[in-house]
């Protein structure tokens, strides 16, 4: 007997069918003696087309007004999952983010968990209920509905086996585990038995889509493991824990991540005095703008080039924001360049092996592929390449760091 | 400078060039100086939908997580219209029941708006915001959400209007105004400029779909007056208020109501107790069963027939219901005819006039519409007749009651 929360994504409700799959499957964890809560995204395309229907209104509707709107997808979802329940003759209660005590900042469209209230989750437990929430979302102080960006279901169910201190987290998806890279590109590729935290989140941070990041980063700080695994099968999938046995690894590295959803934004001709690059980087960060890599180059004396990546649909709102900021201060220009790919490697094995930079740029070299922004943290190596070369850069790696079965 | 109230109903918010010329009007008003609360339905076919993809999943969903489906979407209209209005350069807040303050009791699918808590709408009144408020819903003392059941907008609106008692409440829907009876039926039928709250109560809860009975007597209650009118136009309605002048009254009625959505529900072979009447009616109302007409006949000594009516859709629970109590009570058994339709007459001038009744009867004897049950209020009076004549009846009591041009 313990406190199972479960995570279905969009496809695994995609239409009436497999919500009544999901439905037999968390009867079935209940039957088992569980308490079982379930954060569910919403069905199939339902956002994307609200988005479309926003778009239809208005070329830049309001973030509050857009999170309202895209918050419905998921309590269209959490509705119909707990008449399924309620119909396989379970009592189910379905509540909205907000109605399950989920508390967030203000930052419309991609606002942060600040706690969890959990008062009624406690009670629908001790009534004997499965509980059904949906994901993406919480609210305000003011009352305010906001959502937690692209893929923050998983945040919402890791958040919420923290708070009532869960003994199982599974996160149910379309792929069966997590795996070195992705194996559309790879597909001999390993998959990941097991994987630490911190693995895992600089996959995620770097482009693996299977868990957001800062679902990682929630698991991490209060310990929840996670199970990644498939809505379509039984199988075991990846456990996502605090430390890997060296047994569990085969290789020097664990996985390369690649992100074609990336910019490179660059401010040219930037006065070097002190404090510069901490105002343009506190502005970016004032308005949420996620800067990824971070590359600054002396081109001539005094004069500095700052590069970095962000995601492709941030690249706009922050040349904006630079370009104003490089009025100020006199920079030159701001360029962008979407046509580009982040691909990196992550390990940690780097730790204690040197060689693994000068493996990879050789590799891609030998490879012909160009290599452009670099940067490194204790156990990342990333590069920005061409777009183009991008599966190709992935496979290289992959060949050469033994990653393939 | 006034507050506004304006209700829009799903017909008029049908899709995007409908929702952007809605947000014009509401943005016409704001600029004649007013502060302005629009209440939004779900757009067009989007409820029907809804409870069609339940069905689906349930035969029968729990009402509960019916009315948290069906309240998405007024939710998703809300925020499209607020985004339309902030296209339009005007700044606009959308609100869900629950955060427009709307108190219910917990009676789901028609819960009934016990007390709206006006803080949040006087705050972003006086923020100057136009407020789009999700019409048809609230939320119980428990934050869980309900629905007000079909036409429940129309309350919403009028609910609202007297909370913060607004100048003005304004009911834009697809026909222009209240008529004598249905224009589909009897094209050259008269509109009423005017129509007391009685009157418009009857003729609603009779069957006249342009106004929600309930709406009808909050405003009565509240002092609210109630314009009805269309929103493709900016023709004048009807004024639904207390006292209409004699001279905005052209005939001896008011207006002829109709509703083929009714059903015809008898319990043969009541015992004549003191009591079981009301046992019988209590029963129905626990259930929340909308008993219409009453009929009690005696057949035989000491034995009754009760026969009533109320919609179709509750026909088979109030059969099932009067089942089990009939069993208790010793009825013999239960019978259902949906195979009906009621007509009322409905006019204050009733009350000193004395020979309607027989007016109508004979206009109906004369044209060979049988009468099946018949009951009076003070200003209503109404039968049942067979389905297939029910429009010929409107028809004949028009022309004799003189409602045509």
Sequence with gaps: MGIVVQKYGGSSVADVEKIMKVARRIVDCKKSGNQVVAIVSAMGKTTDNLIKLAGEISSSPPKREMDRLLSTGEQISMSLLAMAIDSLGEKAVSLTGPQAGIRTDSKYSKAKIVNIVSNRLKKELENDNIIIIAGFQGETEEHDITTLGRGGSDTSAVSVAAALNADLCEIFTDVDGVYSCDPRIVPNIRKLSAVSYDEMLELALLGAKVLHPRSVEVGKTH?????????????????????????????????IAHDKDVAKVVIFGVPDTPGTAAKILKALADENINVQMIVQSAQIKNINDIAFTCSSDEAREAANILEKIGEEIGAERVVINENIAKVSVVGAGMMTHSNIASRMFSSLGENDINIDLISTSEITISVTVDIEQCEKAVRVLAEDFELVN
Tied chains: 1, 2.
């Design 223 to 255: 310990g929840v493991e996670i199970h990644v695994r498939s809505s379509f099968s039984h199988d075991i999938g990846t456990i996502v824990k605090k430390e890997v046995l060296d047994m569990e690894h085969d290789g020097l590295i664990t996985g």
